[in-house]
Every structure is written in C-alpha cells, then in structure tokens.
C-alpha cells in the first residue's frame, strides 16, 4: 500500500495523478489552500478506492507553515511513499510587468514556495532513505519567451534546485523526479488560445508521472514531443530568438 503526500491536490493534474493511485488503495495526505474543493477531492478518492484520505488546508505562500504541515503529514502516513509537489499559478505575464508586488507575489507562489517546501521535505526523506518525490516543473522554465518569462524564471530555478537535490538525495535512495509538462487543458489554462495539437489532457500528464515514478526516471516532458520541441527551442540562436514572438 502506497502512503502519499499530495502538495496542491486540487490541481487537475494532481487530481488525475491521485485517482490512478486510489484504484490502487493508496493511503493520502492532501494539502490545498481551497478546503471545500478539498473535500470533494478527498470524497472523489474515497469512491474511487482510497484506503484513507486526509486533509489539511494550506496556501503555500506562508512559508513558515510548511513544517507544521510535514510533520502531520509524516505523522498520518507514518512514511512518505510519494510526494506528489503540484501547487502554483499561471501568471499574467503584463500584469506582472506593470505590478511589482504581483511580481514578486507569483515568483513566490511559484518559485519560492516550492524551493522553501523542498528544503523542509528532503531533511525527512533524508531520514527515511526512500520514496520519491516528483515536482511538477514547466517547459516554460527551459528558456525565457516574452510571453511567460516570468513565469519560466520560476520553473527554472524550481528545475535547477531538483537537479542539485536529486543529486544530494541518489546517496540515500531517495528519487527526484522533475515533471516538465506542456500545455494541458486545466482551468489555469482556460480562455487561453492554444494549439489544439500539442495540447494534452490531465489523465494524459498523469499517465506520463505515475509511469515515470514507477521507472524511477530522472525527469520527463509531459508528453514525450515536448522534449525534441524544447531542444529545438532552446538551440534558437539569440539574435533570431529575440525576435520571434514566442
């Protein structure tokens, strides 16, 4: 029986992610800053075969609550299988332009919260010396585009900061998995215009992390055709790149 630890769960990926486990009768600790969808999570779960279900509500810009929460967690599941990092936003990149505090609030609900929560979470994973713990990173972190730049600059350090832990947590057998999806049809994606061909559903990215999890894999894009996409991307040279409107 698997014992995990949701960080955003009512994010659809990690919704997606949760429901393939619960057919399994994991055991999870759901954390989320919206306790009524929380609960329709964790209800959803129960129906669908989750051996136990808890909750804790937490928006995870409040750093210094972030210990309060892993140790009841660690204290329900007893040991952390999977911790599944899924919580942030989809910045508006114009607004954040013209805001500064909007600015700085987004890096942090994206960049600094999780950076904060993976420096908590890998001292205990540390002291377990095992299970996995799977980020959810961006493309958008590969290189910065106009449209998304601040945004990207969270995900890349989110990314950069995986690849040094994982380094750190391999001596201890515990995994890092860093999840770099592409566009996904989410409510955070809503009344974007995205092209329809190179946008994956939730249960397809879930499909990608639980099977990544399993092969103990280093990091993936979600889906696969993102990788040569961004290869190409990231090898634009800079004075075409800076005039392409990405």
Same mark, same amino acid.
């Given at each position: 029986?698997?014992?995990?630890?949701?960080?955003?769960?009512?994010?659809?990926?990690?919704?997606?992610?949760?429901?393939?486990?619960?057919?399994?009768?994991?055991?999870?600790?759901?954390?989320?800053?919206? &306790?009524?969808?929380?609960?329709?999570? $964790?209800?959803? @779960?129960?129906?669908?075969?989750? =051996?136990? *279900?808890? +909750?804790?509500?937490?928006?995870?810009?409040?750093?210094?609550?972030?210990?309060?929460?892993?140790?009841?967690?660690?204290?329900?599941?007893?040991?952390?299988?999977?911790?599944?990092?899924?919580?942030?936003?989809?910045?508006?990149?114009?607004?954040?332009?013209?805001?500064?505090?909007?600015?700085?609030?987004?890096?942090?609900?994206?960049?600094?919260?999780?950076?904060?929560?993976?420096?908590?979470?890998?001292?205990?994973?540390?002291?377990?010396?095992?299970?996995?713990?799977?980020?959810?990173?961006?493309? &958008?972190?590969?290189?910065?585009?106009? $449209?998304?730049? @601040?945004?990207?600059?969270?995900? =890349?350090? *989110?990314? +950069?900061?995986?690849?040094?832990?994982?380094?750190?947590?391999?001596?201890?057998?515990?995994?890092?998995?860093?999840?770099?999806?592409?566009?996904?049809?989410?409510?955070?994606?809503?009344?974007?215009?995205?092209?329809?061909?190179?946008?994956?559903?939730?249960?397809?990215?879930?499909?990608?992390?639980?099977?990544?999890?399993?092969?103990?894999?280093?990091?993936?894009?979600?889906?696969?055709?993102?990788?040569?996409?961004?290869?190409?991307?990231?090898?634009?040279?800079?004075?075409?790149?800076?005039?392409?409107?990405?």
């Amino acid at each position: 029986m698997k014992n995990i630890l949701i960080v955003g769960a009512n994010s659809a990926i990690a919704t997606a992610c949760a429901r393939t486990w619960a057919a399994e009768s994991a055991r999870f600790f759901l954390v989320a800053r919206n &306790a009524e969808k929380l609960e329709q999570v $964790s209800a959803d @779960l129960g129906a669908r075969g989750a =051996a136990e *279900v808890k +909750t804790y509500e937490l928006d995870l810009n409040h750093l210094t609550d972030h210990e309060t929460m892993l140790a009841k967690a660690f204290d329900s599941l007893g040991r952390v299988d999977i911790c599944l990092i899924a919580h942030g936003t989809l910045p508006d990149q114009a607004a954040c332009e013209r805001d500064l505090d909007l600015a700085l609030y987004e890096l942090s609900s994206n960049g600094l919260s999780v950076i904060a929560l993976l420096t908590r979470l890998a001292n205990r994973m540390e002291e377990q010396r095992t299970g996995t713990i799977a980020v959810i990173s961006s493309v &958008a972190g590969d290189r910065g585009r106009p $449209s998304n730049y @601040l945004y990207g600059t969270a995900k =890349a350090a *989110v990314s +950069t900061f995986c690849e040094g832990l994982r380094a750190r947590l391999y001596k201890v057998g515990v995994q890092v998995l860093t999840i770099k999806p592409g566009f996904v049809d989410t409510p955070m994606t809503q009344g974007l215009s995205l092209p329809k061909a190179l946008l994956a559903t939730p249960g397809q990215v879930a499909r990608d992390i639980t099977q990544a999890i399993d092969k103990r894999c280093n990091s993936i894009y979600t889906p696969w055709f993102w990788s040569p996409i961004m290869l190409l991307i990231r090898n634009i040279p800079t004075f075409i790149f800076k005039k392409i409107h990405l």
